[in-house]
């Protein structure tokens, strides 16, 4: 496909952010064989199948959606290369025969938006033009042009299967670590306790904000530019959005803390200078959590509200997901080591972990909503469609241990997975051996190879920190102390 923003266009669709009520699939759940026998497989498949008309105009092609996994893999120069374009080829091929899209949407990995707070030591960051951009404005138009011509490779590859792509984009605040930089920046100056990992950040001052509004805003329209059909914000999982987002860690007391209204603002005047930056015709969606699962941080209610600001702001989609690195709920759906808002058994009963919460957003918002975490079979992601709850779900892991497993969903072939257990007996460590787990898996995808299922707890541990601390100090290196950010045009 190319890169046509034209592409995939709803004939007649809403455009300019004008409101739709989106409407659970239609279709009749269950398919009655001849003999009697209701086969639930092919009824989900048949609704994973359905298109999705978005308010922008553009049309999801199916409601599966490859969540965003980051994909640590760039390098000094901060840009996508062969490895990412191999990876998202993969998650994107149909099965021999099958005519239709894979999956309908790949959501890539976190790019960052300053290359001083990272999620990961192999994050891109679209922005990037060089270690003194300001001073060699030659070879800054050179890493430009260079980081241009990456990215268009890597969207053409995502959307290679007939998939949309869109980029993810973030700025991790205090959650970047300290081979990234020793002083990260958040809403405040609240540290992250994990193994001493992560150094104490520095409150971020007022008039710094509209730097980091516009350095979102000039991403966007990188990547649109590149040939990505829109781009998703990251305000979930404890990044900087969400940092600011959460009375916990958000202790500010100008115009950006306090109450609810004030700890969104940043986040509503991010979304808004990205659909500025990219126009009405791209897509333009948020990944919220549900709630942090922890007490005293952001709420259920506190969700519910946000997401009717941003409803209102006329975003594409929603996708709702929860946690944060100090509870990894995006990975479980719960709390781990004292709960005050654990999974609730009716969402652990139908395998999202956010379902219940789901179910009752819909009630306040008609944005569309995407919903991840848990979905391991067609029967639940079935489910969670005929809700009417939900109109895309998103799948992360099964991708990893089996990178077909999207297309095999839509063509009701989806192998039942088991999701291994990480565990090194400590919980911080095993935090980060999951991590690495999963890492070790996104490598091999992109490498070509077949993910390896039994790699270990500690094998993972050892993995991930040999990774972060190689590309992460490789990268602080690269980039001067205290550069300018953002860069001039
Ligand atoms: C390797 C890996 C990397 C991830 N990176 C991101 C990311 O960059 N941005 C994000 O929002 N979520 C990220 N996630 C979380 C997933 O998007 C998803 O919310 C979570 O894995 C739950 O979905 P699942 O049960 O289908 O795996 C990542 C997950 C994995 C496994």
Redesign the pocket.
Known sequence: MSGSPNQGRAEGGAAGGAKIRAEGVATDPTVRHTDGRIDRTAAATTELRQPLPLRCGLILPNRLAK????ERLSGTDYAPNALHEALYRRWAAPLPGDSGAAIGLQIT??MLVDPRNL?SGGNIVPLWQGAAPQTNPASARAVREGMQAALQRMAAAAKSGGAQAWV?L?QAGRQCSRFNTARPVAPSAVGLSKLGLFARPRALRSEELPGIVEAFARTARIVVDAGFDGVQV?A??GYLLSQFLSPITNRRTDAYGGALENRARLLLAVVDAVREAIGPGRALAV?LNSADFQRGGFAEGEAMQVAGWLDAAGIDLLEI?GGSYERLA??DGKAKGGADAPVRASSRAREAYFMAFAEQLRQQVSVPLML????RTAEGMGHALRSGAVHVV?????M?LDPAWGAKALAGQAPALDMPRISVGLRQADDLAE?GY??HQ?ERVARGLEPVPDFGSWAGLMHITKREAGKGLAKRFARKRNMPWPPER
């Not at 969540?67 to 980051?70: C, K, N």
């Not at 991840?372 to 979905?375: E, L, Q, V």
């Open positions: 969540a965003a996994m980051t990995g976190n999620e993810q973030s990251h979930a999982h990944k997901s995006f990975f991840t975490g848990g979905f998103g799948v992360a892991r099964p990893l991590a999963w890492d996104v």
